[in-house]
């Protein structure tokens, strides 16, 4: 059974930083890419940033040049390091661990969110 657990959501003022962690835990040989969403009150669940296994990383528009995905490949953990923040940013964040690889097959998994409010 593999798990998504994400952390490090919470209350930041704008213009504020904060880091998001997100750590595949089980039987696990490999991840092919790791993938944040966002989904704000009312609002569709959106791409956020994406990387591959070999670093590969895409951006939404919204968040080019103030956040930044990086990944631990020996951990199974993913970051998002937003900067800059804005109240437009206010969602709740969810991690997608997509093609893990493991005893059973391959699995697309999904954690359970951490929310980020940006308010003053």
């Known amino acids: 059974q593999v798990q998504v657990v994400e952390s490090g959501g919470g209350l930041v003022q704008p213009g504020g930083s904060l880091r998001l962690s997100c750590a595949a835990s089980?039987?696990?040989?490999?991840?092919?890419?790791m993938v944040w969403y966002r989904q704000a009150p009312g609002k569709q669940r959106d791409l956020v940033a994406r990387i591959s296994g070999g670093g590969r990383t895409n951006y939404a528009d919204s968040v080019k040049g103030r956040f930044t995905i990086s990944r631990d490949n020996a951990k199974n953990t993913v970051y998002l390091q937003m900067n800059s923040l804005k109240p437009e940013d206010t969602a709740v964040y969810y991690c997608?661990?997509?093609?893990?690889?493991?005893?059973?097959?391959?699995?697309?998994?999904w954690g359970q969110g951490t929310l980020v409010t940006v308010s003053s």
């Open positions: 089980g039987s696990i040989f490999s991840i092919d890419a």
């Open positions: 997608n661990a997509v093609g893990v690889h493991t005893p059973n097959g391959p699995l697309d998994v």
